[in-house]
């Protein structure tokens, strides 16, 4: 009776584990950053005016990726400094590639050295590579630290007859197609030595009682291959002899082929420099964050700063960027928006209190009003232009009073 039910639990639960087996996965809507301590998020990079080039390509088409990353001031201590970066992009696997990349209009193909408070406008041509409709970020990675990301978009990356090539023109005159440069060698490589592990391991576990009788060879004592039992005998060790040959001609032949079918070689790259500093105006304006509120039921957050207009024009507000957020300034409430009391516009000279408001779901959703955590704080860049068009871009960082805890 119970041995039934048991067997009947057990079939139902094997049907449902097949079935859960059998249905596609749907693919992942985001790329996990919400998971992020929103210190992480906001304390680290700040991305703005990220632009694609387009948000449709075939396969081999090309697109651009141009924006501008900084590394903040207020860069966590719990992270590793920042002196080694990379600006690349992150995607659902192999789905784009980079073709160039340049970071404050130089070329840099490999990583960079990075500074807190460094300044990098990057221009990235990537060419569409597998079919589909795929969310692409730019990434700022940085060792020791790991990668933080821009903000993303959608991109569709349709067939081309052709399919997808990678064409690149060698030292020599030469063009190569990178996609399946080589593929040829590594097929075969890849089967003799498949091949060669096989033998070995067949050799051990069919014949052979080493793992069928484990009790047996669990007694015989270490550093004796146990000839006296019959384990290991003579002719084992003329098999393994053989084996070990083979390995060291195909490893000595292999090195001599290579050799004389590829005779101009080059290392791999490793080029790293510090690009030169980004052009930036001339800074017209000094922030300081007095205080931050966040309440909970609107999702409206109130960041209060003294703002100097230590320029010659009137400056103003224009948008304030955490994360891959930007808050662009309206006169009306909304999400995406930044309202700015009593006035965005800082007179020559003066210092003025300002608040500026921003209601918008995503702090709850992207999880970055960390309320009731250990580290309740906002930290951004606040986007100011003065009379004659130059823009500042501050970095301010508040603690924040949540409306309630939790
Ligand atoms: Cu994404």
Known sequence: MT????????????????????????????????AQESFLRMGTIAFWDVKFSESTVEQTQQLTITGTAKILETWPEQLAEPKLGFIGVVAPGPVVVIKTRTINGQPAPAAIEVEKGGVYHFEMTLAGRRPGHWHVHPIFGI?????????????????????????????????????????????????????????????????????????????????????????????????????????LFLVI??????????????????????????????????????????????????????????????????????????????????????????????????TVTMVLSMTDPVWHKERLMPVGESRMQITGVVRTRDGAGHENFTTVQSFVKPSRLA
């Open 253 to 350: 032949g292999g090195m001599v082929w290579q050799a004389n079918a590829y005779p101009v070689k080059m290392p791999q790259q490793v080029l790293r420099f510090a690009p030169q500093a980004a052009a930036m105006d001339a800074t017209f304006v000094t922030i300081d964050a007095k205080d931050a509120t966040y309440d909970v039921e609107s999702g409206t957050v109130h960041l209060t700063v003294d703002v100097t207009n230590t320029g010659s024009t009137p400056a103003a507000v224009e948008a304030f960027t955490t994360s891959t957020l930007t808050f662009g300034l309206t006169k009306d409430a909304g999400p995406g928006t930044v309202q700015v009391t009593p006035s965005p516009v800082i007179a020559p000279g003066t």
């Open 3 to 34: 041995r039934n039910v048991v067997r009947k639990a057990a079939a139902l639960l094997a049907a449902a584990v097949l079935t859960v087996l059998a249905v596609p996965a749907a693919p992942a809507g985001a790329h996990g950053e919400t």
């Open 143 to 247: 060792h020791g630290a790991g990668s933080l990301l821009g903000p993303g978009q959608y991109i569709d990356v349709k067939e081309s007859p052709g399919g997808f090539t990678n064409d690149i023109t060698l030292v020599n005159g030469k063009t190569e197609n990178l996609e399946n440069l080589g593929i040829g060698n590594l097929t075969v490589w890849t089967i003799i030595w498949f091949a060669v592990g096989l033998v070995w391991l067949l050799y051990w576990i069919v014949p052979k009682p080493t793992v069928t009788r484990l009790p047996v060879t669990s007694q015989i004592p270490l550093n004796t291959d146990g000839m006296a039992y019959g384990l290991i005998t003579k002719k084992d060790h003329r098999a393994m002899n053989i084996v070990m040959a083979t390995t």
